[in-house]
């Protein structure tokens, strides 16, 4: 059974402050990696995926993927109250499957 | 460009009825996705269609649930009869190619009473 693991939250942080949302994956052989962002009633919208371990940075988000510990965070710099949101980490396996193996998914919120 | 539009938004059904769902993915998407998320779960995946053809139907939980997708355009889900357990809601995805970037609609909220 393949199993993503986030913290469900809260994680409260200031404007301004760095928020730092962790996932991590059972599947070893998980090979694409991809954190969407839903409100409350709306579609998940895809925010950053990264294939290779190491960072990818898009704007204020950075993502972080170590393979070996089967790790991926999201980093969200300079947090606006508009980031609060419900943050979901979804991993690919990529052996001739498309679907997508979601977490619970991290409810952020961004006191002003 | 028009995103991933679902139909209904709500639905609301009694124990033993049928409900279909409808979604229409971004137009040129030969890709089409179904994930369901049950109160206090993931989203989990029920199957993928490549234009009109089923390529996995891995996560479909029983045989109550059936999904189309002729033309391979649009598709539907439906559900027959409905049971208690099937309340949540229902997500539709679609993509360009299989290994490109899902795109999500705003999912059908399903109530089965």
């Known amino acids: 059974q393949k199993e993503v693991e986030q913290n469900s939250g809260p994680l409260s942080v200031p404007e301004g402050a760095i928020a730092s949302l962790n996932c991590t994956y059972s599947d070893r052989g998980s090979q694409s990696f991809f954190w969407y962002r839903q409100y409350s009633g709306k579609s998940p919208e895809l925010i950053m995926f990264?294939?290779?371990?190491g960072d990818k940075e898009d704007g204020r988000f950075t993502a972080q993927l170590n393979k070996a510990s089967q790790y991926v965070s999201l980093l969200i710099r300079d947090s606006q109250p508009s980031d609060s949101a419900t943050y979901l980490c979804a991993v690919r396996s990529g052996a001739g499957s498309y679907q997508l193996t979601f977490g619970k998914g991290t409810k952020l919120s961004v006191i002003p | 460009e028009a995103g991933v539009t679902q139909f209904p938004s709500h639905s609301v059904i009694e124990k033993g009825q049928t409900v279909t769902l409808r979604c229409d993915p971004i137009s040129g998407h030969d890709n089409l996705y179904w994930y369901r998320r049950v109160m206090g779960k993931e989203i989990k995946f029920l199957l993928h269609?490549?234009?009109?053809?089923?390529?996995?139907e891995s996560g479909m939980p029983n045989n109550r649930f059936l999904a189309e997708r002729t033309g391979g355009t649009y598709s539907t889900l439906k559900v027959q009869p409905a049971e208690l357990e099937d309340s949540g809601v229902y997500f539709c995805a679609s993509s360009w190619t299989r290994g490109d970037t899902q795109y999500f609609g705003p999912g059908t909220r399903l109530t089965v009473l």
């Open positions: 990264i294939y290779s371990n």
């Open positions: 269609f490549v234009k009109e053809s089923k390529q996995d």
